[in-house]
C-alpha cells in the first residue's frame, strides 16, 4: 500500500474517536443545569434564573433546589440566610455560595445536622462558600454529619453548632471527604470533638481553622480509628477536659504543617492528647498550650508519635509543660524543639514515663520545672543522637534533664551538647534517680548546680554504672561538691577518653568529680585546670578509685589534695597516670591519700607539684617518678621531660628517663573496656592516645621486665636520651657508689621486683652485686 494511503488509513479511527469525546461531552455540558437560591426566590419557580422573576426565577431554599437537580448540575446561593437542614441525597451537584461564606448562610435554626451527606455522596458532591450554623443534634454532627460518604468542602465556615455526642461542627463516620480553606469556629460538643469528630476513613483537611470550640475530648478536633490527615491548619484557643486542641484515639491521624496553639484542658494534652494512636507529626508548631495536668504540647497515653521538625514552644502544665507520654508509649522526634515550656510540678520539656523515647538531632531548650527543667524519663528507654539541651532551669534538680530507674543500655545519649543548665540542689545538666544512663562523645558545658555541677544522683537504691565515653566537661561548677561530676554512694562510674577542664567548686570538694562509698573509674581521661576551695582539686573519692592512663595537670585545692584527694578506699590504684603543676594549700600538692587500704601508685610520673607533692598515710609507689623522700620499688626522681608541658603536650620526649622505666604486670585489668574491644579481663593494654603499650615482656611478675613508659602516654618505643644501664639505679648515668649504697639497702628477699633486683629472681644477693660491678663506671 502506498504510503500516503497507510498515513490516511491510520488517521481516520484517532479522528473519529476525538469527535466522539467531543460530542459527549459537549452533551455532558449540554445536559448540566444552573440553579439558583436566593431570599427573592420561590421553591415553586424552575430555578434556572437569578431574576427573581416566575417561572424560571431562583429557588428559595436550598433543599428544594437540591430535589430538583441531577449529577453535574451546578446550584449557585446568592448572599442571604437560608433555613437547614439540607440533604444532598446521593447527588453529584456543586453547591456554592457566590458571595463566599461571611454572606451566604445556613441556619439550622436550633436543630441538626444542618447538612447531611450519609448517602454514599462522592468527592464530586461539593460544597463551597457556606456558613453552616445554628445546629443542634441530639446525636452527632450539629452543623453537618457525613456517613459512608466522602464529599468536598471548600471554603465553608461552620460557626455555632452544638452535638449531644461528638461533632459539634462537623461528624465523620466511615467516610474520607475532604475540606479545604475551611473555618470551625465556637462550636461545641457533649463528649468529643467541638469543631470536628471523625471515625475511621480517611479525611482529609486543608488549610483549615478550628478555633474557640470546646467539648470534654478534644475541643478542636476528635479522631478515633482510620487515617485522618490535617495540612497546614490551625488549631487554637479550643477548650476541653482531655486534648484541648485535638484528642486522638486509636487510628493514625497525621498533621502536618499546622499550628496547635493558645488551647486549654483542664486535665490532660492541651495542645494535643494521643491515646493509643500512632501519631505523626511533621512540620507543626505546638505553642502556648496549657494543661492543669500533664502534657501542656502533648499528652501521649500508649500508642505511639512520630514526631519530625515540630516544634513545642511556651506549653504549661502541672507535669510535662512540652511533651507528656506514659503507659508504654513509643515517641520517634527527629529535628524537633522544646523551648519555653514549664511544667509547674516536674519536666518542663519533654517527659516520658515507662515509655520509649528516641531524639535525633533535637532541641531542649529554655524549659523550667520545680524539679528537671528540659528532659525527664522514668522508666522505660531513651536513646538521643545530636541533640541539643542548653539553659533548661530544674528548680529543685536536674537543669537539662533527668533520668530514674534506667540502666546505662537503657539510657544513651551519643553526640549531644548540654550546655548552660542550672539544677538546684543538684545535677545541673543530669540528675540520676535510682538509675544510670551511658554518654558517648557529648559534651557539657558551663553547667551549674548546688552538687554536681553538670552530674549528680540523688538515689535510694543502688542503679548501676554512669558510663562516659569521649566526653568533654568544661568549665561546669557547684557549691558543695562535684564541679563536673557527683556521686554519692549508689551510682559507680566509669570514665573513658574524657576530659574535665576548669570545672570548679565554690564552697568543698571535687573541682571535677566527687564520688562517696562508691567505685569510680577514670581510664585514659584528661583533668586540667580544675579547682576546689575545699579538698581535691581535680578528684574527691572514698571506697574504690581506679585511675589509669589519666593525665592530671594545672588543677588547684584550697585544703589537702591539688589533684587527688583520697580517703577511706577499699580498693583502686593510680597506675600510668602523669600529675604536674597540681597544687595545694594544705597537704599534697598532688596526691593526699589516708586511712583505708593504701592506693598503690605505679608507672605513674608525679612531677612538679607544690610540696608536699603526696602526703598521707594511705599510699604506696611502685616503678614511678616520684618526689625526693617518697620511696619504693622502681621510684626515682627524674625530669620526665615533657614534650611541651606549657602548651599542655605532656607526652614524653624522646630524651625522658620514664621511657621503659614501668612494668606491664603493674597494669590493672580493663574493667573499663578502654580500648573498646569488649574483653574486661585483659590488662589495660592502650595509653592516653589509644596507642598500644609496648609490652615486650609478659604479665608474669616474676620476669620483672621494665617494659612500659611511664606516665600516661606510650612513646612508641624511643630510646631514653639516658641509656638505662644495667645497675644504673639512680639513673644518672653512672654506675657508682651510690648504686652500690642503693643495691646494699634492699639486700635480702626482693618481692614486688625492686629495681635493685637486677637479674629479677625474687631476691638482692651476690648475682646482682656482680651485675653492678660488671658495669661499674
Not at 192 to 221: H, K, Q, R, Y
Not at 307 to 324: H, I, Q
Not at 388 to 406: E, K, P, Q, V, Y
Request: proline share 4%; glycine share 16%.
Amino acid at each position: 500500500m502506498p504510503r500516503r494511503a497507510m498515513a490516511t488509513s491510520s488517521f481516520r479511527p484517532t479522528t473519529l474517536l476525538v469527535g466522539a469525546l467531543i460530542v459527549g461531552v459537549a452533551a455532558s455540558l449540554a445536559s448540566a443545569t444552573t440553579r439558583y437560591v436566593a431570599p427573592c426566590g420561590n421553591d415553586a419557580w424552575a430555578g434556572v434564573s437569578v431574576s427573581c422573576v416566575p417561572p424560571l426565577g431562583p429557588k428559595h431554599t436550598i433543599q428544594a433546589a437540591l430535589a430538583d437537580s441531577s449529577d453535574g448540575d451546578q446550584i449557585l446561593v446568592l448572599p442571604g440566610v437560608y433555613a437547614g437542614p439540607i440533604d444532598l441525597d446521593g447527588k453529584a451537584v456543586h453547591l456554592k455560595g457566590i458571595g463566599g461564606a461571611a454572606a451566604t448562610v445556613v441556619n439550622g435554626n436550633g436543630s441538626g445536622p444542618v447538612v447531611l451527606c450519609n448517602s454514599l455522596e462522592g468527592a464530586d458532591s461539593i460544597i463551597e462558600g457556606l456558613t453552616i450554623a445554628g445546629g443542634d443534634s441530639a446525636s452527632t454532627g450539629g452543623g453537618m454529619l457525613i456517613a459512608l460518604s466522602s464529599p468536598t468542602v471548600v471554603d465553608c465556615a461552620f460557626t455555632g453548632n452544638h452535638a449531644a455526642t461528638k461533632g459539634g461542627g462537623v461528624a465523620v463516620t466511615t467516610g474520607s471527604p475532604h475540606f479545604s480553606g475551611c473555618a470551625f469556629v465556637g462550636n461545641t460538643a457533649g463528649n468529643e470533638g467541638g469543631g470536628v469528630a471523625t471515625n475511621f476513613g480517611l479525611p482529609v483537611f486543608e488549610d483549615c481553622l478550628f478555633e474557640n470550640n470546646a467539648s470534654f475530648l478534644g475541643g478542636g478536633i476528635a479522631t478515633s480509628g482510620g487515617s485522618p490527615l490535617f495540612v497546614d491548619c490551625a488549631v487554637r484557643d479550643n477548650n476541653a477536659d482531655l486534648g484541648a486542641g485535638m484528642h486522638c484515639s486509636l487510628g493514625a491521624p497525621t498533621v502536618e504543617g499546622s499550628i496547635i496553639e493558645d488551647n486549654n484542658a483542664t486535665q490532660d494534652g492541651g495542645g494535643v492528647l494521643a491515646l493509643g494512636t500512632d501519631l505523626a507529626l511533621d512540620s507543626t508548631t505546638i505553642s502556648g498550650n496549657i494543661a492543669d495536668n500533664w502534657g501542656g504540647g502533648l499528652a501521649v497515653f500508649d500508642g505511639a508519635v512520630d514526631a519530625t521538625d515540630t516544634a513545642f514552644l511556651a506549653n504549661e502544665a502541672d507535669y510535662g509543660g512540652g511533651v507528656y507520654a506514659v503507659g508504654g508509649a513509643e515517641l520517634s522526634f527527629v529535628a524537633c524543639t522544646a523551648i519555653g515550656n514549664h511544667a509547674i510540678a516536674t519536666v518542663g520539656g519533654i517527659g516520658s514515663v515507662d515509655s520509649s523515647l528516641l531524639l535525633l538531632g533535637c532541641t531542649i531548650e529554655a524549659n523550667t520545672s520545680t524539679t528537671i527543667g528540659g528532659l525527664g524519663v522514668s522508666g522505660g528507654e531513651v536513646a538521643a543522637i545530636g541533640c541539643t539541651i542548653a539553659d533548661n532551669l530544674g528548680n529543685f534538680a536536674g537543669g537539662g534533664m533527668g533520668l530514674g530507674s534506667l540502666a546505662p543500655d537503657e539510657a544513651v545519649f551519643q553526640l549531644c551538647s548540654l550546655t548552660g543548665n542550672l539544677g538546684g540542689l543538684g545535677g545541673g545538666a543530669v540528675l540520676l534517680l535510682d538509675g544510670a544512663a551511658t554518654f558517648e562523645a557529648c559534651t557539657f558545658t558551663e553547667n551549674a548546680a548546688a552538687s554536681g555541677g553538670a552530674i549528680a544522683d540523688l538515689s535510694e537504691v543502688f542503679g548501676g554504672t554512669l558510663r562516659l565515653r569521649d566526653c568533654l566537661f568544661n568549665g561546669n561548677q557547684s557549691n558543695l561538691g562535684g564541679g563536673a561530676v557527683r556521686l554519692d554512694s549508689y551510682v559507680a562510674l566509669d570514665a573513658v577518653r574524657c576530659r574535665f577542664l576548669s570545672n570548679t567548686v565554690a564552697f568543698s570538694d571535687g573541682g571535677a568529680v566527687y564520688t562517696t562509698g562508691t567505685t569510680l573509674r577514670l581510664v585514659s581521661c584528661e583533668l586540667i585546670g580544675n579547682s576546689a576551695a575545699g579538698s581535691g582539686g581535680a578528684v574527691h573519692a572514698t571506697g574504690v578509685a581506679s585511675i589509669v592512663n589519666c593525665v592530671l595537670a594545672d588543677n588547684h585545692a584550697e585544703d589537702d589534695g591539688g589533684a587527688l584527694w583520697l580517703a577511706n578506699l577499699t580498693g583502686g590504684e593510680v597506675t600510668s597516670c602523669t600529675l604536674t603543676a597540681n597544687t595545694a594549700l594544705g597537704d599534697g600538692g598532688a596526691v593526699h591519700a589516708f586511712a583505708g587500704q593504701p592506693v598503690p601508685i605505679a608507672n605513674s610520673i608525679v612531677w612538679g607539684n607544690g610540696t608536699p607533692q603526696i602526703s598521707g598515710d594511705a599510699f604506696t609507689t611502685h616503678y614511678s617518678i616520684v618526689p625526693l623522700g617518697v620511696a619504693g620499688p622502681g621510684c626515682f626522681n627524674a625530669n620526665p621531660k615533657f614534650v611541651a608541658p606549657v602548651a599542655g603536650n605532656y607526652r614524653l620526649a624522646a630524651t625522658s628517663p620514664a621511657i621503659d622505666a614501668g612494668l606491664e604486670w603493674l597494669l590493672p585489668v580493663d574493667a573499663a573496656d578502654a580500648d573498646d574491644d569488649g574483653d574486661v579481663t585483659e590488662l589495660i593494654d592502650v595509653d592516653r592516645d589509644g596507642d598500644p603499650r609496648v609490652a615486650s615482656g609478659s604479665a608474669d611478675a616474676d620476669t620483672c621486665t621494665l617494659v612500659l613508659d611511664l606516665g600516661a602516654y606510650e612513646s612508641a618505643g624511643a630510646a631514653p636520651a639516658v641509656p638505662t644501664l644495667l645497675g644504673d639505679l639512680n639513673h644518672d648515668g653512672i654506675v657508682g657508689a651510690a648504686d652500690l649504697g642503693l643495691l646494699l639497702a634492699a639486700w635480702g628477699p626482693a618481692p614486688g621486683c625492686p629495681a635493685a633486683d637486677l637479674n629479677g629472681d625474687g631476691v638482692v644477693n651476690g648475682a646482682d652485686l656482680a651485675l653492678v660491678l660488671a658495669a661499674w663506671g
